[in-house]
């Protein structure tokens, strides 16, 4: 038979059954003869056939449950607490940490599942507003990997998939935009997708990957910027696109190689800036030239030898597909430049090729724009 008993709190009665704890937070009159045993301010439990009370405890503290046939109770949360009996969970006071998991469990942080066709419940993780001064971080940072070889742990962003006719969730990634009050100006918030170095491998590769249909095209990847911001691709590596890409402003910048797989259309106008301005050629051959910035610039401003000319018999070997021009920049009758059609004075791989294999005169103030031939190891002229 459940065994029940009635308190009295401040004159109102609470019927409590065996193992039920009351917060008591005031006894009752002084003097009265029906409040329970135990001291102001502190813990009931029902211990047995009586109340018992845990005491007040000091500031700070929590009340714990210390197991069956035990008295709850305060006790100062100290570092290295855990969170349940299998201990999977620990907080650390000193330092806020809060470690969830084992390698075994991982652990699981969601926000409640819909039922009976309701959504679920959204989930948010902030940092803390300032207060006249800064946000506070947000940082989400994968482990480091250990013992010489083990691989850092990875951080996955993945929204959830639509099921029947509903579509995949969204990732959004905004920084924030700044709320002006003075009169100076205030830079809005970046977006910094940054891969890893090394130091003796392969750096890491920044991908970013649009979903593919079985029934229609594929989706669209789109970068997007405002007023006269430009689109730059600057450094050593290259920018690849494996479809085809499309460019709609005028001003984007690439620093580096860029790769398409497909068609690239530029609905603005294309400039070639930033020429290079090798040294005067002498006068009579110049052999597997070799002018500075070849490899990396495509405009050269050439200038041969003012009184009898001068003539280029090859030029260094450079990857298939290139194209390079070459404006000669001087004056009068007598600065001509001459190409030479397969001279044998360069070493093969440098020769060019030009039309009606015969040499090729470009005059004071004109140009001519050669095409690395991979297939014949030549340079050809476009001319």
Sequence with gaps: MKTKLTAIVLGIAIALSAGV???????????????????NFSTQYKNGANFAGTGPGTSGQVLTSRGAGLSPTYQ??????????????????????????????PSVFHGLDGTGGS???????????????????MALVAGSGGGGS???????????????????????????????????????????????????????????????????????????????????????GAAQFDSAVTFNASGNTFGGTVTTGDDL??????????????????????????????????IFRITPDSAAGSTITGIVSMTAG???????????????????HESASSTAAN???????????VLAGGSVTFWRDGTTSRWRVKH
């Design 21 to 39: 704890v009351a917060q008591i937070t005031g006894g009752g009159p002084e003097g009265g003869g029906n409040r329970p045993n135990g001291t």
């Design 76 to 105: 100062t949360l100290t570092s290295g607490s855990t969170f349940g009996a299998d201990a999977k969970s620990t907080w650390n006071v000193t330092t806020a940490d809060l470690s969830i998991g084992t390698v075994a469990v």
């Design 119 to 137: 959504a679920g419940a959204q989930l948010t993780v902030r940092s803390g507003h300032g207060n006249s001064n800064n946000g506070g971080l």
């Design 150 to 236: 083990g691989t850092g742990g990875a951080i996955a962003v993945q929204a959830g998939t639509g099921t029947a006719n509903g579509a995949g969730g969204a990732v959004n990634i905004a920084a924030g935009a700044t709320q002006r009050t003075g009169t100076g100006p205030a830079a809005g918030g970046a977006v910094n997708i940054i891969s890893g170095d090394s130091d003796q491998g392969t750096p890491g590769a920044v991908v970013i990957d649009t979903g593919q249909s079985a029934t229609a095209v594929g989706g669209a990847l789109t970068l997007k910027t405002k007023g006269v911001a430009r689109l730059s691709f600057v450094g050593s």
């Design 265 to 298: 259309t530029i609905q603005a106008t294309l400039f070639r800036n930033n020429p290079s301005n090798p040294t005067t050629l002498g006068s009579g051959n110049t052999n597997d030239y070799n002018p500075t910035n070849l490899g990396s610039r495509s």
């Design 322 to 340: 290139m194209e390079i021009t070459f404006f000669n920049i001087q004056t009068g009758a007598t600065g001509t430049l001459t190409i030479a």
């Design 351 to 361: 020769r060019i090729i030009c039309p009606g294999e015969a040499n090729l005169a």
